[in-house]
């Protein structure tokens, strides 16, 4: 049997901090109503103008070829995760290609919102298992920035910008990768998470930008509740159908949306918080980049064959959970 496992990681954060105190000037909102319903302190945005999400994905694309030191002509694939394109069309994942330069690889953009990144992973995963592709760059990037409203309170403390990369390589050792995923698709999401213009429904027009269509509309209640019962769910089912439990599981590593969500998976798997990955106090929710970003800030704590559990929750509704040997 051929396995995937990634042999490396990059991320990219921009420089400009946005602190609670200083949303705090934009809208009604404190530190302390962030810190104690969400757990965020700060997030980063990407203010250069003219900059998108594939500025972003380049440069955690462009440290993962430095670190890993491989041959960008032996790059078979290149998928990106995204909900904030560049452009309608085309595909980011091509910019990303043509500026990486990558001559004998093909590119698309998956789109699985929040839970894109292990989407991704999966399909990538399964590209290598099947023997026709022996390396690809999996990477989750969002500028979330570009679609939040920051005169709304409800959800302009939620998130931020930021872009990871993975390499992924075929072997032939055993019993190492990526090993299980279970994931579902709930299209009964569609009122609680939307942007409502910007798309083939209602395209860009006057009215659209007058009445601030364009930004991201959140029911804060239901999804949080789904989130809660569905990553806890899917990591459940994950970790018995593998024989994992607290005893062996090293971390879990889920998207971060909420401190308050991830405290609930961890419970729910009566697993200690050291076992599990968080950075969502410095980052805020970077949709599709959470995973990634929290595996490219802990990778020095990473040991072979630790077991992790990816979970994932967002938009559509899109969830699921996977197990990784690392
Ligand atoms: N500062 C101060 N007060 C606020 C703020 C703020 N930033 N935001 C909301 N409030 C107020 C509300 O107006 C409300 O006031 P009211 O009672 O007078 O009306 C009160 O706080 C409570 O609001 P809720 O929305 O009920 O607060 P809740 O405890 O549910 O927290 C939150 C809101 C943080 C959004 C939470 O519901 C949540 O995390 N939801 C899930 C987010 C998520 O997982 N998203 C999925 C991924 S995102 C993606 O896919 C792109």
Not at 291 to 305: F, H, S, T, V
Request: aromatic share 10%; glycine share 8%.
């Amino acid at each position: 049997r051929i396995n995937a496992v990634i042999t490396g990681i990059g991320g990219y954060v921009p420089d400009y901090v946005l602190n609670n105190e200083e949303l705090s000037r934009m809208v009604d909102t404190n530190d302390e109503w962030i810190m104690t319903r969400v757990g965020i302190k700060e997030r980063r945005i990407l203010t250069e103008e003219g900059l998108g999400t594939s500025y972003m994905a380049r440069k955690a694309a462009k440290q993962l070829l430095r670190k890993t030191g491989v041959d960008p002509d032996t790059i078979d694939a290149l998928i990106l995760s995204t909900s904030t394109a560049d452009y309608q069309f085309p595909s980011t994942a091509s910019i990303v290609l043509g500026k990486l330069g990558l001559r004998n690889a093909f590119a698309f953009d998956l789109w699985g919102a929040c839970c894109g990144f292990l989407y991704a992973l999966d399909v990538a995963a399964n590209m290598i298992q099947s023997g026709r592709h022996k390396k690809i760059i999996v990477i989750g990037a969002d500028k979330m920035s570009s679609v939040v409203d920051y005169k709304d309170r409800s959800t302009c403390a939620l998130f931020g910008d930021g872009a990871a990369a993975v390499l992924l390589e075929a072997t032939t050792e055993q019993n190492i990768g990526v090993m299980d995923s279970y994931f579902r698709t709930d299209g009964k999401g569609l009122p609680f998470l939307h942007t409502k213009a910007g798309g083939s429904v209602c395209p860009a027009s006057h009215f659209s930008v007058d009445h601030r269509l364009h930004y991201l509309f959140q029911e804060g209640r239901t999804v949080f509740r789904y989130a809660v019962t569905n990553m806890s769910d899917d990591c459940a089912l994950i970790a018995e159908r593998n024989n994992l439990d607290k005893t062996n599981i090293a971390y879990v590593v889920p998207h971060q949306a909420n401190m308050r969500i991830i405290e609930a998976v961890a419970k729910r798997l009566d697993l200690p918080m050291e076992n599990v990955m968080v950075n969502i106090e410095h980052y805020g929710n970077t949709s599709a980049a959470t995973i990634p970003l929290a595996l490219w800030d802990n990778e020095k704590n990473l040991k072979k064959g630790d077991n992790l559990i990816f979970t994932a929750f967002g938009a559509g509704f899109v969830h699921g959970a996977s197990y990784y040997k690392w």
